[in-house]
């Protein structure tokens, strides 16, 4: 596997040592850890601003937002290729007017492998899903539910492989509701579930378009936790300028008296107060606690462009 005197003078120093940082810092009590390695936006190389890593032990995965040389991109593979943990690279070309495509670049690639964020397990798909089944900007809202979950009921709504649902029955969750439209993405959910060997009747699962079925979700409630992680642009299931404000308005009455609240919002070119202000307008009974932290990996110059997750409680 080792192509120890590959030439790399293509590859500026900023982007081997980002990745070369990265990827020690994935290494926890002698497990690799599902991380970014380099995020283009954060690094600001501007050739690179198009071009993520992501480590997904034992495969890393190039995604192309938008042509890098190839040159440059066959200097990238090989030089994840000759890293001793790396078994297999796969480069994904996606964006905006791009079909998303998957190639393997070297090594072997299974269709589904199991990766590792702190002591929980998640399944993933390197060469089929956009997203490869774990979103990995959202670790700290992970790590934040896992914390806050003991015996607490949570609505995950948007819930994709439920990620979020896995997370607050590992912190002691006694049941959370996990709303998506795809029933695909449930399967893969509850799929981790069982990775993890969590009791089955802590998780529920509903495959339905909730801005239609709100008195079906509210049943199983009122709820102490709610993770609200919608997509930004989803023409014909959910666009968040114009639904985001659907799902505030139902809040109250799903929710407990002093329930909390995780709101995302990951466009990046609108901030966290078109957030805010809406939560003011619509349920003003619930009070800004916090904002988390972007993970270090995909931290940007523009704190605004990242991944927005704001902590609300009703007071
Ligand atoms: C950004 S992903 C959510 C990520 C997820 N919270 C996580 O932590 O991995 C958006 C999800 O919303 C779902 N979705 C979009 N519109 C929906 C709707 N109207 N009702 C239910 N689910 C919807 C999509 O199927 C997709 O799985």
Redesign the pocket.
């Known amino acids: 596997m080792s192509q120890s005197h590959e030439s790399f003078n293509l590859l500026p120093e900023q982007l081997t040592s980002w990745v070369d940082e990265q990827l020690a810092a994935s290494l926890l009590h002698s497990t690799y850890q599902v991380r970014r390695l380099f995020h283009g936006r954060s690094a600001v190389i501007d050739a690179f601003t198009p071009l993520v890593v992501d480590w997904l032990p034992p495969v890393a995965v190039i995604r192309l937002y938008d042509d890098i040389d190839p040159k440059v991109l066959a200097q990238l593979s090989s030089y994840l290729w000759q890293k001793e943990a790396v078994q297999g690279v796969v480069v994904q070309e996606r964006g905006r007017n791009r079909n998303t495509t998957f190639v393997v670049a070297h090594g072997e690639v299974d269709q589904q492998i199991v990766v590792q964020e702190d002591e929980l397990s998640y399944q993933l798909t390197p060469l089929t899903n956009q997203?490869s089944?774990?979103?990995l900007d959202?670790r700290n809202?992970?790590r934040w539910l896992k914390e806050q979950a003991k015996d607490c009921k949570v609505l995950?709504?948007?819930?994709?492989?439920?990620?979020?649902s896995v997370a607050a029955v590992a912190g002691g969750a006694s049941l959370v509701v996990n709303?998506?439209?795809?029933k695909r993405?449930l399967s893969t959910g509850r799929t981790n579930h069982q990775l993890n060997k969590h009791d089955k009747n802590k998780a529920k699962f509903m495959p339905?378009?909730?801005?239609?079925?709100w008195s079906r979700i509210k049943k199983p409630g009122p709820y102490d936790i709610v993770?609200i992680?919608?997509?930004?642009f989803?023409p014909g299931?959910?666009v968040a300028q114009k639904?985001y404000v659907k799902v505030l308005r139902r809040l109250t009455q799903l929710t407990t008296d002093n329930a909390k609240v995780l709101l995302?919002h990951?466009d990046p070119t609108q901030d966290s107060a078109f957030v805010k202000e809406l939560m003011t307008q619509e349920c003003p009974e619930f009070k800004f606690i916090a904002r988390l932290e972007v993970p270090e990996d995909f931290a940007e110059p523009d704190i605004e462009r990242s991944c927005k997750v704001l902590i609300y409680q009703r007071d």
């Open positions: 997203n089944g774990l979103f959202m809202g992970r995950n709504l948007f819930s994709y492989t439920c990620a979020f709303v998506d439209l795809s993405v339905l378009d909730m801005l239609k079925s993770v992680d919608p997509p930004s989803q299931s959910f639904d995302c990951n």
